[in-house]
């Protein structure tokens, strides 16, 4: 079964400062994994995801993650943080299964401290 | 697109009530999700559908909730009678045919509240 943990249900940074979202993933087999980040009283949108074309990934607002196998890790990283990045953020798997569904970990609250 | 549709954005209703929360997905897109989001449980997938039809239901919690969806751009979620614990964010996603490296859309969320 596919699975995604998030370490940390909330991360304080100071404005300014790095920003780093842990996520691993159980899975046999390369999975496709995306980040999500929610604004308060907002749907899901897509950071971005990774589907096996590069280990790094860039994606909006700055941010990038980095697909590591040995570690079956996809962290979250944003050099500067701003106050507007105050979310939740969700990390997700999708395997190669018969379900074609997003399995999202418990997601990460950041908080950034002016 | 206007992206996925979600109504109403914010439900009150009294315990015993039936609810029904709307979802009009992409257009072209075959799969939707309905999620439920809250503080204890985090996001849940409830059901999930690929071109109109049921995939997986194991995650709606109890009979009485129920989902369908009867064309290619509507979907619903229902709730007969509805409890207090019921209360949470409801969200739709719809996602697009083809590989697994598609993302989702989700929609803006109905907030429902059961007093």
């Known amino acids: 079964a596919q699975s995604v943990t998030q370490l940390g249900s909330h991360v304080s940074v100071s404005e300014g400062a790095l920003v780093l979202l842990r996520c691993n993933y159980s899975s046999s087999v390369p999975p496709y994994l995306f980040w999500y980040v929610q604004y308060p009283n907002q749907g899901l949108q897509l950071l971005l995801k990774y589907t096996s074309a590069a280990t790094l990934v860039k994606g909006i607002n700055g941010f990038e993650a980095e697909f590591k196998k040995s570690e079956t890790s996809f962290h979250l990283t944003k050099p500067s943080a701003h106050m507007s990045d105050a979310a939740e953020y969700f990390c997700a798997v999708s395997l190669n299964n018969a379900g074609n569904m997003l399995t999202f970990g418990g997601g990460t609250r950041l908080m950034v401290k002016p | 697109d206007a992206g996925v549709i979600q109504s109403p954005r914010h439900e009150v209703t009294e315990m015993g009530q039936e609810v029904t929360l709307r979802c009009k997905p992409i257009?072209?897109?075959?799969?939707l999700f309905w999620y439920r989001q809250t503080m204890m449980r985090g996001l849940e997938l409830l059901i999930y559908f690929n071109n109109n039809v049921p995939i997986d239901d194991s995650g709606m919690p109890e009979d009485r909730f129920s989902a369908k969806m009867p064309n290619a751009s509507f979907s619903t979620l229902k709730i007969q009678p509805s409890e207090p614990r019921d209360s949470a964010v409801y969200f739709c996603?719809?996602?697009?045919?083809?590989?697994?490296?598609?993302?989702?859309?989700f929609g803006q969320g109905t907030r429902l509240t059961v007093v």
């Open positions: 257009s072209g897109h075959d799969y």
């Open positions: 996603a719809s996602r697009p045919p083809g590989t697994l490296m598609t993302e989702a859309f």
